[in-house]
């Protein structure tokens, strides 16, 4: 195994456990390292700091062992059966109520650049690095061999995940099994999940708590859930006895998506409606009244040098839904962008309630669900935050 060795006093992350290996704490690299190759990572006295993932990039190592370990068979199914029992700790199971969850959540489970989502008895794989998708024999080797839960399908959708130079010429694939799509069970609720052809693995798992949340309010409500993509959001709402619900999405597919769960409803709902339209445009409409909003965009900025543009995006989108709110309206409203912090999200949404000259109330903070775990030592794990406010 080829060494990585770190400038001397550019090693105090890793020795703190963080697993990125940034390009400028490199004092050396042996010749010859390939993209997704295993190295390891040394101090300048030759200490063993860690072992990982090589490639090319600002992030140069993404550390998956603290310690000496043989990156065979064996190390997979650990960490694959490690992260299952946590997920059944969690309460999953496969005759439960919900039977789709996230089994390994990048850093979150010491597997850095690595998705593996479960919908029942399909695990979708999203390799987001070079290094990962080159161990996708082992990867979906440990997935057929976990104990507490029986797969039949495995599917790799890492293609849009990869390099685009490396991912060029490849393709998504099945691993095991043919499935296309299934229903799968969220509290209950049941959902249709494409993950051949649906956005990320085929569903947003992340917003599991927050849609749960969301029932307590909708009853007797009219409730907006903007950028929609298959519903998530309407359906909770729908089940828990809103008024009326309108989904909007720019997306045509997307509306398809949700139509196909509103109709799995035991009562398939003539409260929804499905608009196929851009959020932005739909909010300036003065005709439209809500009690009840969820603003849950796409990332806007991917990038630390797109975060000016998306905090401004988020500002614009969050006053345009606040002014639309009448006295004692809520607004549910999120942001997926890492770069975008907790702290400075909060910020955004107070200067979207100056422009909307409203008084506000935070009633609670949002983020990502358990089967999402944020390693202590990576912060940058915890992307995903919200906020519910009350507009007076």
């Known amino acids: 195994m080829k060494k990585i060795t770190l400038k001397s006093k550019r090693d105090a992350s890793v020795r703190r456990f963080h697993p990125w290996v ?32 090589y490639q090319d ?15 065979e068979l064996a190390f997979w199914k650990e960490r694959m059966q490690k992260a299952l029992e946590y997920r059944l700790r969690l309460g999953f199971q496969a005759a439960g109520p919900t039977n789709c969850f996230r089994l390994i959540h990048g850093e979150g489970d010491g597997l850095s650049g690595l998705i593996i989502d479960i919908y029942h008895r399909t695990a979708v794989i999203q390799c987001h690095t070079i290094g ?44 095991l099994g043919q499935g296309k799509d299934d229903i799968v069970l969220e509290n ?103 009690d009840l909003m969820v603003v849950d965009p796409p990332a806007f900025a991917k990038s630390v040098k797109k975060r000016h543009n998306a905090v401004q995006a988020y500002k614009r989108l969050n006053a345009s839904a606040i002014r639309q709110l009448p006295p004692g309206g809520l607004l549910f409203t999120f942001s997926c962008s890492q770069v975008v912090d907790k702290p400075l999200f909060y910020n955004t949404i107070v200067a979207a309630g100056l422009e909307a000259k409203r008084q506000i109330k935070v009633m609670h903070h949002l983020s990502q669900p358990a089967d999402h775990p944020v390693n202590l030592f990576h912060p940058e794990g915890s992307y995903l935050k919200g906020l519910v406010v009350f507009v007076e």
């Open 22 to 53: 940034f390009s400028g704490a490199i004092a050396k690299e042996e010749a010859g390292i390939e993209d997704g190759e295993w190295v390891e990572v040394r101090s300048q006295k030759g200490d063993l700091l860690g072992m990982g993932h």
């Open 57 to 71: 990039g600002s992030i140069k190592v993404r550390i998956l062992s603290f310690t000496s370990v043989d990156p």
């Open 132 to 175: 990962m998708y080159r161990n996708r024999a082992f990867i979906a080797e440990a997935l057929q061999s976990l104990q507490g839960w029986e797969l039949d399908t495995i599917f790799d959708k890492s293609v849009d995940s990869l390099p685009v130079e490396y991912a060029t010429g490849r393709k998504n694939e099945f691993l």
């Open 188 to 290: 209950g609720h049941r959902f249709h999940v494409n993950w051949v052809q649906g956005q990320k693995t085929g569903f947003f798992l992340d917003q599991r708590d927050n849609r749960q949340l969301l029932g307590r309010y909708a009853t007797g409500k009219k409730i907006l859930n903007a950028f929609c993509y298959s519903g998530g959001f309407s359906i909770y709402a729908l089940a828990a006895g809103a008024e009326r619900v309108d989904s909007v999405d720019i997306s045509a597919k997307a509306m398809q998506l949700t139509d196909a769960n509103v109709e799995l409803l035991e009562s398939p709902s003539l409260q929804h409606q499905s608009i196929t339209a851009d959020v932005l445009k739909f909010l300036k409409d003065p005709g439209q009244q809500y």
